[in-house]
């Protein structure tokens, strides 16, 4: 299994970039995947959430209104849309997958924790300049 993140970059503040996820070894129907970062000298935390379907997202606070996940799961790849990019955004985001099945599909409104998931991609830098 491999979650391969790309899309990252520098981009000054007020910028956009798309990150890709795409995932080898793995259906993506039968997952529900998120979006986390991690700063230098910070803990790693959540940026999104997406369920197998599309039909749940949601966003840490920071980041809402601003971040747009969607996934493709023709293609097997996840994205986040970031647009209005701010310094603090600055960190290396990584991907991740959990794996979901048809009988629990109503458990997919609720987020897991970065405990829960399965797979990890490799992460993607992403600087902001100001």
């Known amino acids: 299994v491999q979650l391969q993140a790309s899309g990252g970059g520098l981009v000054q503040a007020g910028g956009s970039l798309r990150l890709s996820c795409v995932a080898s070894?793995?259906?993506?129907?039968?997952?529900?995947m998120g979006w986390y970062r991690q700063a230098p000298g910070r803990e790693r935390e959540p940026v999104s959430y997406?369920?197998?379907?599309?039909?749940?997202?949601n966003y840490a606070a920071s980041v809402k209104d601003r971040f747009t996940v969607s996934r493709d799961n023709a293609k097997n790849t996840l994205y986040l849309q970031m647009n209005s990019l701010v310094p603090e955004d600055t960190a290396v985001y990584f991907c991740?997958?959990?794996?979901?099945?048809?009988?629990?599909?109503?458990?997919?409104?609720?987020?897991?924790?970065?405990?829960?998931?399965?797979?990890w991609g490799q992460g993607t830098q992403v600087t902001v300049s100001s």
């Open positions: 070894g793995i259906n993506l129907n039968y997952y529900v």
């Open positions: 997406i369920s197998s379907d599309s039909s749940t997202t």
């Open positions: 991740a997958a959990k794996k979901t099945s048809a009988s629990k599909r109503y458990l997919e409104i609720l987020t897991p924790t970065e405990y829960d998931y399965d797979h």
